[in-house]
């Protein structure tokens, strides 16, 4: 049985970028990153932004956040994203096949785009990871970035093209294709909140709209909710929600034909079935503060200044709560409560890895001994 709150895919599913990105084997906390700290809290156009308001409920999240920037914490956590990506593209394709939308799966890599050589080095850390890993990758000048992407304008003169990687043309119709198949193979998909989750003998009781029921095993994927049923059972993650938000331009097909990131901007483009998205900020204000469409309109405004073609381009705005652990690594496998399972904390790779998550925690469980 699943249960969900809103429809299957309206959550993160929904507004999320589409990327299949095993590359993205740098955790969010970086080397460096405590003198952009400053920035954080007064720019609200900065990449990553922490309004000065919500600092002193995050801040135990934060000096965690910190902590796990020192260098070996960084290279323990790349490893693992390495390992956790390890063949998503693959993984995805399969379902889509499985499901019947492989059209949605387009493999054309992705491309990062720097103003200049200074500002690709300023990422030089980040991409030493990737070489570690053995991942693919090519460094490109102004005439081989308009090789693959004839229009991006002239701020971008350096560019490094990431083969590998996917894209999800429309990760809601995904979504909605896979709870199909579920469903179709006597799964059950119900509507419902769950209010509470508590032992029950040999198994767990869910409180939710029907009252209690009963279930041998459980496994909680409630994305950066996930800490309101975990606490009370003593269970407690550093969990805070990574606010996302995109603009989604319609009338504007071809103009970009895979995943872009404006690095220098922190900045994801990608080719949608209805258009072209752009998103990818990171915004650290809980769960409960109103959305900051300035951020949106921010990503809408540097998109139209970076390629021509949207001058008649409309464009809607959306934010999303993507859960986000200090050092950028999910929980995944058993909790220490024997029949209860976690799969949470994936930050702005929850798409990335879901998969591959699934399939770890179907492991898990039918496992003699569960790690």
Request: hydrophobic share 45%.
């Amino acid at each position: 049985m699943l249960i969900d709150r809103d429809e299957p895919g309206r959550g993160c599913s929904f507004g999320n970028l589409g990327a299949i990105s095993m590359s993205s084997v740098a955790p969010l906390a970086m080397p460096g990153v405590l003198a952009s700290l400053p920035s954080m809290l007064r720019d609200p156009e900065s990449p990553l932004f922490l309004p000065l308001g919500y600092l002193p409920r995050a801040l135990p999240w934060l000096l965690r956040f910190l902590a796990s920037a020192r260098a070996a914490k960084v290279a323990e956590a790349s490893r693992t994203l390495a390992r956790l990506h390890a063949g998503a593209v693959a993984a995805h394709q399969a379902l889509a096949r499985e499901v019947g939308v492989p059209e949605l799966i387009l493999q054309r890599g992705q491309l990062h785009l720097y103003p200049d050589s200074r500002a690709h080095a300023q990422d030089e850390a980040a991409w030493r990871l990737r070489a570690s890993h053995g991942l693919p990758f090519t460094l490109l000048d102004r005439p081989g970035i308009l090789e693959l992407e004839p229009h991006v304008g002239k701020r971008y003169t350096v560019g490094v093209f990431l083969p590998d990687d996917g894209t999800i043309l429309n990760p809601l119709r995904y979504v909605q294709a896979i709870v199909r198949a579920f469903a179709a193979r006597g799964g059950e998909v119900r509507r419902d909140e769950v209010r509470a989750l508590k032992r029950d003998g040999d198994g767990w009781k869910l409180n939710s709209g029907r009252g209690g029921e009963h279930f041998s095993r459980v496994v909680v994927a409630a994305g950066a909710w996930s800490t309101r049923l975990l606490e009370p059972l003593g269970i407690r993650l550093p969990l805070e929600s990574q606010r996302g938000y995109h603009a989604q331009f319609s009338g504007c097909a071809g103009l970009v034909s895979r995943s872009v990131v404006l690095a220098d901007r922190k900045i994801f483009l990608a080719p949608m079935e209805d258009g072209l998205r752009v998103g990818g900020t990171v915004e650290i204000a809980g769960l409960d503060r109103p959305p900051d469409m300035r951020r949106a309109r921010l990503l809408e405004r540097i998109v139209r200044e970076t390629f021509d073609g949207l001058a008649n381009a409309t464009a809607t705005h959306w934010m999303g709560h993507r859960p986000c652990m200090p050092d950028s690594l999910p929980v995944i496998g058993p909790a220490a409560e024997p029949g209860l399972w976690l799969a949470v904390g994936h930050g702005h790779l929850g798409m990335t890895d879901s998969v591959n998550t699934a399939q770890r925690i179907a492991e898990s469980m039918l496992a003699r001994h569960p790690r």
